[in-house]
């Protein structure tokens, strides 16, 4: 009977612990939205921040060898649409270095991709800490509720607290661009 009762255990436990789902490359270009974004230190996130940005399109090279990310970012109150290419470190880790306003060393990982949302987790090392961060983009302007927690789930795997999520749509907003539709 114990043994019967170890084998049930055991396997309820295995089937417990979520293996992390595979990324599938063709959703990930696009038009993307920044809806949410929460770090560990909110003080780079919030608007005017260092790391605040604003996504709107990102694209595959070479089989998503690289990323070529288009988005906003506020400068000294001005807003300018930069594109900057991330270079695939492992898997879905990409190596960021930005040739503008954001210092540091950055990584950035595709941790959740479906057909209307898609999550980053990215870190940067500002020459005095890491800043842990995630951003929940989607292909409209809102997330599911099911999306939201999601995206919430992903911030506590990743140790980002959830308090510190900003409804970026909510609390800014970058300039329209005919390039890039709602």
């Known amino acids: 009977m114990k043994v019967v009762f170890l084998t049930l255990l055991c396997g309820l436990v295995g089937a417990a612990q979520e293996t992390p789902a595979e990324i599938d490359p063709s959703k990930i270009p696009g038009e993307w939205r920044t809806i949410y ?74 941790i959740h991709v479906s057909e209307n949302m898609l999550v980053t987790y990215a870190e940067n090392y500002d020459g005095e800490r890491i800043t842990k961060m995630t951003e929940g983009l989607a292909k409209g302007t809102s997330f599911t509720q099911e999306e939201l927690q999601k995206y919430q789930q992903l911030n506590s795997e990743r140790e980002v607290p959830n308090e510190n999520i900003e409804n970026v749509i909510e609390t800014g907003k970058a300039p329209e661009d005919d390039r890039f539709p709602k």
């Not at 929460?38 to 996504?55: F, Q, S, T, W």
């Not at 090279?61 to 990310?69: A, P």
């Open 37 to 110: 974004t929460a770090a560990d230190n909110k003080d780079k996130i919030v608007e005017g921040g260092p790391l605040r940005n604003y996504y709107r399109r990102i694209e595959c090279i070479d089989d998503c060898e690289s990323l070529s990310i288009t988005f906003y970012l506020k400068d000294d109150g001005t807003c300018l649409l930069l594109t900057e290419v991330a270079k695939r470190k492992e898997g879905y880790v990409y190596v960021i270095e930005y040739k503008y306003s954001i210092d540091g060393t950055n990584t950035l990982e595709v």
